[in-house]
């Protein structure tokens, strides 16, 4: 089946540092990635929509400079966190559909902690 | 952003019983999906539904795709420990389309 590979599983960084998450789809091409932010005991909130060779679709609320995406290959996506603060410390994942296939497969995901 | 209507948001239940759950929706979606995430891990799908009153199955688990597609449950017969987790529904309006996630249902086991 279609699988995503999410890296790194786990990061702890300093506040003001950028961190870079990335998604690759392994058998199958991505041309939409979503990316996800899951806070404690809490559901999976979309931040954004990347589609290969064009710009990302933020949600609503969320800062395109702060959480920028490239998305410049059908298999991989990247989630770059800039100028990170505690309050961004969270649970990423990303995810992606195999038209082949159906259903939206899931990264791992990332837990970021800032300190 | 919109959240889907998910119930009852946990579960304590024994080895051995049934468990429902259910989510809903104020607007139409064209796919309902059911996923199971463990701690520390992204979801896994567990059921798809693309069709106004499917009722799919896969093993222990079934769900349903409401007629009026503001709806769907998933039931999961005979739990084992290993059902512990949180299952999420979400909706999709169409391929490739972003999926909206249901509040969450946190379900224990116990022997």
């Known amino acids: 089946g279609a699988v995503v590979s999410q890296h790194p599983s786990r990061v702890i960084c300093k506040s003001g540092t950028s961190v870079k998450i990335e998604c690759r789809s392994l058998d199958f091409q991505a041309t939409t990635m979503f990316w996800y932010r899951q806070f404690p005991k809490q559901s999976l909130m979309l931040m954004a929509t990347s589609n290969e060779g064009s710009k990302a679709t933020y949600e609503q609320g969320v800062e395109k400079d702060k959480f920028l995406i490239n998305h410049a290959s059908l298999t991989l996506s990247t989630l770059t966190v800039t100028s990170a603060h505690p309050e961004d410390s969270s649970f990423y994942i990303c995810?992606?559909?195999?038209?082949?296939?159906?259903?939206?497969?899931f990264g791992s995901g990332t837990r970021l902690t800032v300190v | 952003g919109q959240q889907l209507n998910q119930s009852p948001q946990s579960m304590f239940i024994q080895e051995g019983e049934d468990v429902s759950m259910n989510c809903t929706s104020s607007?139409?979606?064209?796919?309902w999906l059911w996923y199971k995430q463990d701690p520390g891990e992204g979801p896994v799908l567990l059921i798809a539904?693309?069709?106004?009153?499917e009722l799919t199955s896969n093993g222990r688990l079934t769900a349903q795709f409401g007629i009026t597609r503001k709806d769907s449950f998933l039931n999961i017969s005979a739990s084992i420990p290993s059902d512990v987790g949180i299952y999420f529904c979400a909706g999709s309006t169409g391929t490739a389309s972003k999926l909206t996630f249901g509040t969450g249902t946190r379900l224990q086991v116990t022997l």
């Open positions: 607007s139409i979606f064209n796919t």
């Open positions: 995810s992606s559909q195999d038209r082949g296939h159906g259903g939206y497969t």
């Open positions: 539904l693309y069709k106004a009153g």
